[in-house]
């Protein structure tokens, strides 16, 4: 199983570019690789919340997936056997789209160790969490202060929790 001995490597390699250069060494069996990760700024929220962001989103995908469970907890990188990498994106949009915390999470899908595009699905780029330009645009523009970006990530935030009203309990286990 070579999951786990990439994790703690993906685990500060957030740019995409390195991401599928390292994936691509690991995952030499060709098999879709999934990747899920914040979709904000570091210090925006806090840790133990993103790690339940991030649980919570690979647990939602893998009920789908029909996956196996990881044991510690906080995977976010997986091989996937017997679905395509095209079906795992689909699947992987309409939670971004959909979901009420899905602003707040990236996930991605490679295969041959390059990532599928939404484009290449017909989709629009996804927009920034502050305005309606597309997220990169904004992003290397560097177009939104800081404080802007951190209200805008609570924002989002308290929304899905208003959202997901009695079903969102925060409990401390759940955030361990
Ligand atoms: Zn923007």
Known sequence: MRTPSITAAVSWLHEHDELARLINTVSTDNLPVLVITRRMPHDTLPDRVVQWLLRRARQKIANILDLSPVNT???????????????????????????????????????????????????????????????????????HPRSILFWSVWRYFFTAVIKCGRNFIISRNSLK
């Open 73 to 143: 907890g906080n995977e976010y990188v997986q091989l996937v056997e017997g679905t395509s990498a095209p079906t795992i994106k689909s699947i992987a949009m309409t939670f971004e789209e959909n979901d009420p915390f899905g602003m707040l999470i990236d996930i991605d899908v490679f295969q041959y160790g390059v990532p599928l595009t939404r484009s290449g699905r017909g989709a629009p780029a996804r927009h920034c969490l502050v305005c309606d330009k597309p997220a990169k645009y904004c992003i290397s523009a560097n177009s």
